[in-house]
């Protein structure tokens, strides 16, 4: 048995890895989530400093912020938050 590590020690390895998967996802899911918020930020900003006038930024304003609340609202409501 050398070189092989007892069951505890496997298991701890397992359970580590486990769980930095999991947090690796975690982390990825956030920054989904938080993407459309970005990006509704910038144009909320650029409509009010005049920088993104316009016909096509307001359609997008208006678009982009109801996106951006209701994922993040499902992502606060989803079980793995």
Do not use: C
Request: net charge positive; hydrophobic share 55%.
């Amino acid at each position: 048995m050398s070189g092989s590590g007892t069951g505890a020690e496997t298991g701890a390895r397992s359970a580590r890895a486990h769980a930095l998967a999991v947090l690796r996802i975690r982390s990825r899911a956030l920054a989904v989530a938080l993407l459309p918020a970005a990006g509704a930020v910038v144009l909320l900003v650029g409509g009010s400093t005049g920088h993104l006038p316009g016909g096509a930024w307001d359609l997008a304003r208006r678009l982009l912020v109801p996106v951006a609340v209701l994922v993040l609202l499902a992502a606060a409501g989803s079980p793995w938050s």
